[in-house]
């Protein structure tokens, strides 16, 4: 496939979006962002103290992501971004912001021209008891593995009409990343 203006490495709490996104972007030579380091102080903190995030708390986080990767595709940068991105809803923010009006989240009204962000969708799927061994060895993270199964409750796995392929946790890294490769020749 022709390359998409931004690759999208998500799935729930553990499943190695950090991970696979950071090698995928470094083996592809394109801009890496980490969803993780744009979420508020406060969801942090409700994170932080085992409480799920909500559509609410989510919204305007992604709202800025989406700014972000359509600034970013505007310049004609390839981005790989890793994000949990679990509802369907949340992917079409990333990809159309907040409305499905292809402008900027924070402005509406302004930009209106824009086009929306050409997304691949790689999902990184897994067993809870596999992703959870993960999360329990994980050190120095914010996110507590009591809030995996929420994550999973939360999840909409992608399916057409979105561009996307489904991977197995299980696989090592570079079976992961070859496969992404792969998919995007
Ligand atoms: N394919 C894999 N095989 C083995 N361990 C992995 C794999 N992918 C990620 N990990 C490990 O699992 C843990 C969670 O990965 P991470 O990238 O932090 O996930 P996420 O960003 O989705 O929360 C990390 O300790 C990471 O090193
Ligand atoms: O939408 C959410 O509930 C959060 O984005 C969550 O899915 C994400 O997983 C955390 O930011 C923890 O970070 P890790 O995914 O790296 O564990």
């Excluded at 998500?10 to 969803?35: I, P």
């Amino acid at each position: 496939m022709a390359a998409p203006g931004a690759l999208l490495v998500m799935g729930v709490s553990g499943s190695g979006k950090s991970t696979v996104g950071a090698l995928l972007a470094s083996q592809l030579g394109w801009k890496f962002y980490d969803a993780d380091d744009y979420h508020p102080e406060e969801n942090r903190m409700k994170m932080g103290k085992g409480i799920p995030l909500n559509d609410q708390d989510r919204i305007p986080w992604l709202c800025n992501l989406h700014d972000i990767l359509l600034r970013e595709v505007a310049s004609g940068q390839h981005v790989v971004l890793a994000c949990s991105a679990l509802k369907k809803m949340y992917r079409d923010i990333l990809i159309r912001g907040k409305d499905g009006v292809p402008r900027k989240c924070g402005e509406p009204g302004k930009d209106e021209k824009l086009a929306e962000v050409k997304l691949f969708v790689v999902h990184l799927s897994g067993s809870f008891e596999v992703i959870s061994g993960r999360l329990l060895k994980r050190k120095g993270h914010f996110m507590p593995p009591e809030l995996l199964q929420s994550q999973f409750d939360t999840l909409e796995p992608p399916s057409a009409p979105e561009i996307f392929i489904q991977i197995n946790v299980n696989k090592t890294l570079s079976e992961i990343t070859a496969t992404i490769m792969k998919a995007l020749k």
